[in-house]
């Protein structure tokens, strides 16, 4: 009954750019924080970056500050994530979740998940 898909992973070449979408069924993402993570083979699930429903205000783990931007479309019930000078360490399964306020890239407190989607970075 509650869905989150991820689209519009791939494969890019290093400096190259993609943007995920994360749209929302049969809630409202209004009244949630959305986050991004992403998971390598063989390592922790790290989250990449939130964004908060009530203001708008973002966050970005260090990585990747100057290259991701993070934004939402509420009328579309979408979060997107573009992705700017891909390197070969962003190569992960991205997830998209959801959490009620505030934002936090902890995973423990997150309600509701996306199942993944491949971003490959290589040459």
């Known amino acids: 009954q509650v869905q989150l898909v991820e689209s519009g992973g791939g494969l890019a070449q290093p400096g190259g750019s993609l943007t995920l979408s994360c749209a929302a069924s049969?809630?409202?993402?209004?009244?949630?924080?959305i986050g991004w993570f992403r998971q390598a083979p063989g390592k922790e699930r790290e989250g990449v970056s939130c964004i908060s429903s009530s203001d708008g205000r973002t966050y970005y783990i260090d990585s990747v500050k100057g290259r991701f931007t993070i934004s939402r479309d509420n009328a579309k019930n979408t979060v997107y994530l573009q992705m700017n000078s891909l390197k070969a360490e962003d190569t992960a399964v991205y997830y998209c979740?959801?959490?009620?306020?505030?934002?936090?890239?902890?995973?423990?407190?997150?309600?509701?998940w996306g199942q993944g989607i491949q971003v490959t970075v290589s040459s």
């Open positions: 049969k809630f409202n993402l209004d009244y949630y924080a």
């Open positions: 979740a959801a959490r009620r306020p505030p934002c936090g890239l902890g995973a423990i407190w997150y309600d509701y």
